[in-house]
C-alpha cells in the first residue's frame, strides 16, 4: 500500500500539471537555441535535454501505462531521453548528451506539446485518479521541479564559463540588501532524543520516510548563513594555500585545479567580481556566500575551529527555530535567482542556498526503494554523497519541506550551495 | 622577396574574395543553430566556430595591418576564435571550442557581415594591389577553402552521430553511377628522375615549393580508387580479425576502438548501409570507400600483397596520366557530396576521396616557414602525420593542384579519406 | 592535557616495541627482494616501503624530537618514506614508490636497525617516559601494526596478481573447519540509547574518542558473518549481471572492471578456486566471504531483503553479545591467515574479516584533531570513506577493540572485508 | 629463398651464442635484484624481463622447432615474456611487466641456462646449420644485443630517477676529453643518385634490404655531432621558452611535462650536472649532447637556421666520409657508456649516441615482412616513428653498419640519441 504521505491531492493535480510544465518553457525562454544544446562538463546538461528528459518521464512512467493506445512520440526519443533508468532500457552515454543537436529545440517543445495534450486529456477524463496514478503524477512534476533546479545551475554554468560573460537576464528590480553581520551568534539546542523524517499528509520523496528518533547531544548552530565577507577573510588569511584546514580529498581538490575562491568569483582590478545569472557584479559581503563545495565548507570550518551541523541537528534546528516557511524566503517566485542579504529576524534555513551538512546520503531505518523503474530514483545513489537541506534561490518554493533530503558529490560547486556553521555544547 | 608562384592574379580578388565568403555561407545555411555549437570529438570543430575563425583572419592577419584605423569587432573574438596560431596571443582550448554557445549564430554572420563591409572597401581602394598584401589575401581565402572542407567533415560527424540520422539535404539528383570494376589494372611507371613540387604561376603553400629531384624505381600503381565493393570483400575475409595485416599501431586502435568498417557503416538488417551528407542509404559496391584512416589502407594492402604509393610515386604518375584536372572530376562544384563510381576513362587522381600515400608529412628541401605567425601555418605540424593527395567531393575546385599536399594523422578517419594500391616494378 | 585513554602503561612500553618492530621483519623474512620493490596498484605499496616508513615514524615523530643529536640516518629517506603527512614535508609521489629500487632491502633493514638502536638506548634511559613521550610511542607502535596488517594486503595483492600464483607460505597446519550454516539466526537488540565510543584506560585513537549517546530503533543482526557459500548463491543468481541490486556507483564498477566474483576467485574447470596466502585451493563454502567490496555487499543486502548494521548498530550488539574479545578469535597470532569457518558459539565480532558497516567515516561530537602533523593520522580522511569494525585475520590481537573505526573507499576489495546482514526491527 | 645478406658465417655460431648470450648476464652482474623488477614507465621494461625474454626468443622461435623432443622450461614463461609477437600467442600486459615479481632473478638465471644447455647440444650437433637455422639463430643473438643495449637505457632510467641517484658503476678510467669545437664545419655532398640499403654477405635486418636508388640535391652535414655546450647556449637563448623554434606536437610535449633541458640534466647551485651510469657529474661541454628527443633536435635546428639530414643523406655522406667503423668508435668494448668528446679526426658517424634524421620509419621498395612471427619484428612498427642512425655508446660493436636503420617515436629521450645538423645545398 502506498504512504498517504507520498500523495497529491486530487483536485490540484491538473492545474498543478500545467503550471509546472509551463514553468519549465518559461525559464528556458530567454536561452537561444544555441545555449541548450552543450554539455561543458558531465555534470551539466544541455537545457533541451533537460526538456526532453522531463517530457519523456511521463511518456515512460505514466502514459504508456495509464493511457490506453498511447502512441509513442518518436522511436528513438527514449535512447536519447532516459537519463539513468537501468529498468527504461538503453540510452545515450550521459557525457555525450551534448553532442546531439537534434532534435532541434523546436522539436522538443513539439514533443512537450505532444505530450501535454495527452497528458490533458488523461486528467479531464479522471478527475479523481487512483492513488498509485497519483502518486507517478505527482512524482512527475516533483522530477520536473527539480530539473528547474538544475536548469539554473546548468544555464549559469553555460553562460558564466563563457569569456562573452552573457547574462541569462537583465537586472530586473532593485537589490535586496542588507547589512553585512557584525559577529556570529549562535541557536542553542539541549541534549535530547528528536524525531527525524517526513509525518503527516503531503508529499515526500521516499529517502525522507522511515521517521525515526535520534539522539542529539547539545549543540549550537549559526543564526544565519556565512556571508560572502565571512568567506572572503578565509581566502584573505590563506586558507587556499595551508593544508592543514583541509580533508585530504579537498587538498587534492585544490591542487587540481588551482581553487582559490568559490566558482564565479573572479578578480577584475584588484576586487573581486562575481557572476549571476545578470552577469558580473561586484561582490556583496553581506550575501550569503555561495558555489562552495563541501571540502570548502569543511576547510573554512576547521579554520574557524568549528563544524558543520549533521543533517538530523539541521533538522531538528529548523524545526524549533523555523516551524513555517517564511513568507519572504528566497526561492523561485522571489525572483532573485541569487542569494540576498539575511533579512531581519529571518535564519535563513529556507532558500538562498542550499546548506552542505556533515552527513552523508545513506538510508533512514525501514528505507525500502520500490521494485520498479521509479525505485531507481533515490535509493540507488546512496553512496559518496552528502546531505543538503533547506532549498535555494533556484528551488521552487512548493517543492521544499524540513525533512527534504538534497544530496551531491562533495567536490562540486556548481548548485547554489552554501552553509552554516555549528559547534560542540550550549554556549 | 615572394616568390611568384604563391601570389594570386589582382584582377580576380574581390570576386573571388566575394564567392568564397559567400560559398561558406551558402554552406551552413541549411543547418539549425544547435547543430552549429557542438563539438563532439576534439577534431570536430562547431560549424559557427569555423564560420568565425576564418573571419578573423582577415581580421588579424589583414585589415590589422592594412586597413588604417581598422576598430576589430569585439575585443574577446581573438580569443574565442583563434585556432593554434602561438604569434596571435591566447585563445580558447581547442577543446572547450563545443562549449561556447555565445557569440551565436547570428551574432557570427554580423561579424562576418562587418570584416567583408571592411574587406570590401579596401579592395575597392587598391585594384592592384601589393604583393605582400595579394599574398596575405590569397592565403586567407585558400584558408577558407579548406575550413570549407573541414566543414563537411564536421557536419557530417556530428550530424551522424546522431541516432536520429538527420540528412544534411535532402537526396536532390539521380545518383551517378558506375559498374563495378572486375579486376585491378595499373598504370606503369618506369625507373628515372621525377621533378616533384610546384612550378609554375599560380599559387601554392610553401609545403610545395621546394621543387627537387627524386629517383623513383619502376613501380606501377592502381589506374583508379580503390572500390567500398572490393574493401568489403576484405572484411569478410576477416579483415578486421587478423592481426597479420595490421601495423601494430593500427591493431591497438582496432581494439580500442573495436573497429569493424569504415566510419559511418551501419549494419541494417543483414546489409551495409552507409551514412552521407543525405542521410542513410544502402552501400554501393561500385563507388570509392571513404573514410578509412591509414591503418586501414595498410591492412588492406598488406592482405593484397600490395603497398600504397608514395607521395612522389603518386605526384609523378598524376603528372603523366592525369596532367589536366578533368572536367568531370568530383569536387564540391559538382554537388555530389560524396564520392562517386568511377567514369569511363578517369583515373580518379583529382576529387571523390583524398588519396592516403605512404609518405609522412616532412619538408622538402629548402623547405623554411617565414617568421610570422603565418609561418605557423604548415611546418610546425611536419611530425606525425601523412600525406593525403588529390582532393575530395569536399574540396573546392580550384583549390587543388597534382602538387597539394595534405595531411593528417593516420588514426582518422572523418575525412573523405580513400586509397589507391602501388606495387614495385613493372607488371 | 592528553586524554588518558591515549596511553600506555609505561612498563609494557621498551619489550612491547621490540616484539611489534621483529613481528614487522618476521612478517617480511619470506619474502624474495624482488617482492618487496613492486607497487602493481596505487593501493599497494612495495613491502620494503612500508618497513622504512613505519621507521621513519620513530625517526620524524620521535627521535628527532625526544632524543638529543639525534643524526638522521639519510638525508633523502624522509623524501622517500614520508607517506602523505604535509608537515612533515616533500615526499615521493605515492604512484612512483614502486619505482624505487633503492635503498635495497637491505639497506632499509640497516635503517631498521639503526633507528632501534637508538630507540633501546632512549627507552633504556627513560623507564618512565612522559604521558606525551608515552603517546607518540604508542602512536608508533599502533602504526606500526597497522601496516602490517596492510603488509598481508599488499603481499597478497603481488602474489595473487602473478599468473605463476606463488604462496607465501606453505600450507602449514591442518585447516579449521565448520560445518556450512544450513540458515539464518540474528541477534536482537531493542530500541533505546546506547553509548558509543571509547572509555577507559587503554589505547584508542582519537576517531573513537567523544563518547556519546545515540538513539538506536530495534533492529537485529545475522549471529555471525556472511559465508562464501551463502555468497556463491548470490552469484549463481545472478546477482552480478543485475543491475537492480546495485548502487549506481556499484553497477558503474561493476562493468568497469566487468566483476563477476569477489577478488581472488578464479574458475578452474567449472570451480572456484581462491588464492589465499598458501596458494590457490578449492573454495570453502563455510568460510566467511572475503574480499568483497562495499557495493558487493550492498547489492548481497538487496537481493536478501535486508541491509547492513551501521557502526553504531554493529558497536552496540558486540558489546551485547561479545562483551570480550574470544580467545579463539581469528588474529595474526591464530596463524591461519585466511577467515575461518565459525567455531561453535562465536558471532564472529572479532577477527577472520572487517565488517563493512552502512556507516559513512565521519566525525564523532567533539571530534577535534590535534595540530601536530600526526593531527593528519585519522581526520583528514573524515570523507568518501566507510568504516568497518572487528578486526581481521591479518590484524594483531592487541590491536582491536570494540570501538575501533577502520575506514576504506567503497571499491576495495584487497582487504580482508567480509560482512553481515542487519534488518529493521526485531523477529 | 633467404637473402644471403641475412645469414651469419657457420663457423662463429656457437662461440658467438656463448658471448651474446654472456655479455647479458655481465651487463645485468652490478645491479641488486630489487633493481631488476621495476617498470617506472611503460617504454622502460625491468631487467630481469629482458633476460627472460630474449631466453624465450630462443626456446620459441628456434628450440621447439629444430631440437626434437625440446621440453620448454615452464609453461607459463611464454606467457610472461612474449613481447608482441601476436603469432606467440597470449601474453602480460607491456604496462604490467614491472608487476610481476616472479621469477625471481635467480630464477631466470636458471630459465637462462636450461636453455643455453640446450643449445649448446643443438649447435654441437650441427656444425654446419642450415640457412634458415642459421638464420634464425642470428636473428636471436641480434635480438639480444638489441635488448643489451635496451637494458643499458633502462638501468639508467631506473636508477636516475630515483632521488639517491645511485651509480652503476664506479667511475673507472680516466675520462677521455678533447677540446669543445670552436665553429662548425660541414662535410659536402653534391647531387646525384646515391645506392641506399644493404648489400653484400653479412647479416642485416629485413628494414635494410631492397637496396635501391634515392636522388639527393646538394647538401651538407656537420662534420660531427652537436655538443652539450651547444646545446646549452641554445637552452641560454631561452629555446624551451620560444614556441617559434618548435614542432605543434613538440610545443605540446615542452608544456606538459614542463620540460626545460635534455633527460638527467639537472640543475645544481647554479651548474648544470648530468646523471650517467657512474652517477651524477658537471657537465662536459665538449661531449656530444644526448638524451634529447626529435622535437628538441627540430628546435635545436631551426634556432640554428638549419636541418637535420635524412636518412639518405646520413647513410650517403656516412659511406663517403667514413667508410669503415673506425676502431675508436665509441660502442659498448671501449667501456665508456657515455657519449665521448670528438677525438681528432672523426666524423662521429658510428658510436656516442644515436643520430635522429628527418626521416620517417617506413618501408624500402620491395620491402616485404616475412608471413611468420618474426615477421612481426620490423615491419609492423612502420608508422609514427623517426629514423636513427650510427649507433651509440651502448651498442656492441660488431652489431652497427652504415645501412642499419634504428627508430623511435619523437618525444622518447631515454635512449642515447643525439644528432648532427644539415643544410641544402653546398656553401
Given at each position: 500500500?502506498?504512504?498517504s504521505a507520498l500523495i497529491s491531492p486530487p483536485a490540484t493535480l491538473a492545474a498543478r500539471y500545467r503550471q509546472v510544465r509551463?514553468?519549465?518553457?518559461?525559464?528556458?525562454?530567454?536561452?537561444?537555441?544555441?545555449?541548450?544544446?552543450?554539455?561543458?562538463?558531465?555534470?551539466?546538461?544541455?537545457?533541451?535535454?533537460?526538456?526532453?528528459?522531463?517530457?519523456?518521464?511521463?511518456?515512460?512512467?505514466?502514459?504508456?501505462?495509464?493511457?490506453?493506445?498511447?502512441?509513442?512520440?518518436?522511436?528513438?526519443?527514449?535512447?536519447?531521453?532516459?537519463?539513468?533508468?537501468?529498468?527504461?532500457?538503453?540510452?545515450?552515454?550521459?557525457?555525450?548528451?551534448?553532442?546531439?543537436?537534434?532534435?532541434?529545440?523546436?522539436?522538443?517543445?513539439?514533443y512537450r506539446q505532444y505530450v501535454d495534450a495527452h497528458m490533458a486529456r488523461w486528467l479531464e477524463a479522471h478527475p479523481d485518479p487512483a492513488p498509485?496514478?497519483?502518486?507517478?503524477?505527482?512524482?512527475?512534476?516533483?522530477?520536473?521541479e527539480q530539473h528547474q533546479e538544475l536548469l539554473h545551475y546548468d544555464i549559469k554554468y553555460?553562460?558564466?564559463?563563457?569569456?562573452?560573460?552573457?547574462?541569462?537576464?537583465?537586472?530586473?528590480?532593485?537589490?535586496?540588501?542588507?547589512?553585512?553581520?557584525?559577529?556570529?551568534t549562535f541557536l542553542e539546542?539541549?541534549?535530547?532524543?528528536?524525531?527525524?523524517?517526513?509525518?503527516?499528509?503531503?508529499?515526500?520523496?521516499?529517502?525522507?520516510?522511515?521517521?525515526?528518533?535520534v539522539f542529539l547531544e547539545p549543540y549550537r548552530v549559526l543564526d544565519?548563513?556565512?556571508t560572502a565577507g565571512?568567506?572572503?577573510?578565509?581566502?584573505?588569511?590563506?586558507?587556499?594555500?595551508?593544508?592543514?584546514?583541509?580533508?585530504?580529498?579537498?587538498?587534492?581538490?585544490?591542487n587540481m585545479v588551482q581553487a582559490d575562491a568559490p566558482k564565479y568569483w573572479f578578480p577584475v582590478e584588484g576586487e573581486w567580481q562575481i557572476f549571476t545569472l545578470e552577469g558580473l557584479r561586484p561582490l556583496n559581503p553581506a550575501e550569503p556566500v555561495t558555489h562552495v563545495n563541501y571540502y570548502e565548507t569543511q576547510a573554512f570550518a576547521r579554520w574557524k575551529g568549528m563544524r558543520l551541523p549533521t543533517e538530523f541537528e539541521w533538522e531538528a534546528a529548523c524545526r524549533r527555530y523555523a516551524p513555517e516557511i517564511p513568507a519572504a524566503a528566497n526561492f523561485t517566485d522571489l525572483g532573485a535567482l541569487h542569494p540576498i542579504p539575511r533579512q531581519s529576524g529571518d535564519h535563513q534555513f529556507f532558500g538562498d542556498v542550499w546548506e552542505w551538512t556533515?552527513?552523508?546520503?545513506?538510508?533512514?531505518?525501514?528505507y525500502h526503494a520500490e521494485d520498479s523503474a521509479l525505485g531507481e530514483y533515490n535509493g540507488k545513489f546512496m553512496v559518496g554523497q552528502m546531505v543538503l537541506r533547506g532549498g535555494s534561490c533556484a528551488t521552487p518554493r512548493g517543492h521544499i519541506r524540513a525533512t527534504y533530503r538534497n544530496f551531491f558529490h562533495p567536490h562540486l560547486q556548481w548548485l547554489f550551495s552554501g552553509f552554516r556553521l555549528a559547534a560542540d555544547g550550549l554556549a
Open positions: 500500500m502506498l504512504p509551463s514553468a519549465t518553457e518559461a525559464l528556458c525562454a530567454p536561452l537561444r537555441p544555441e545555449d541548450c544544446v552543450v554539455q561543458p562538463v558531465v555534470d551539466v546538461s544541455p537545457p533541451k535535454w533537460h526538456m526532453g528528459h522531463v517530457t519523456w518521464f511521463f511518456e515512460q512512467f505514466f502514459l504508456k501505462d495509464y493511457l490506453p493506445g498511447y502512441q509513442i512520440f518518436h522511436p528513438k526519443y527514449a535512447y536519447l531521453f532516459n537519463s539513468y533508468y537501468e529498468g527504461a532500457g538503453e540510452r545515450v552515454q550521459r557525457a555525450y548528451r551534448g553532442n546531439m543537436t537534434r532534435p532541434s529545440v523546436q522539436e522538443v517543445l513539439e498509485r496514478a497519483r502518486y507517478i503524477l505527482e512524482i512527475g512534476l516533483q522530477h520536473e553555460i553562460l558564466g564559463h563563457n569569456p562573452l560573460f552573457p547574462a541569462y537576464r537583465e537586472a530586473e528590480q532593485p537589490r535586496l540588501s542588507g547589512p553585512a553581520p557584525a559577529e556570529m539546542m539541549e541534549a535530547g532524543i528528536y524525531e527525524i523524517g517526513h509525518a503527516g499528509e503531503g508529499f515526500c520523496f521516499d529517502n525522507e520516510l522511515g521517521r525515526h528518533r544565519r548563513l556565512v565571512e568567506y572572503r577573510e578565509f581566502m584573505e588569511a590563506g586558507g587556499y594555500r595551508d593544508y592543514r584546514f583541509w580533508l585530504e580529498e579537498g587538498w587534492k581538490w585544490v556533515q552527513s552523508a546520503y545513506l538510508p533512514y531505518p525501514r
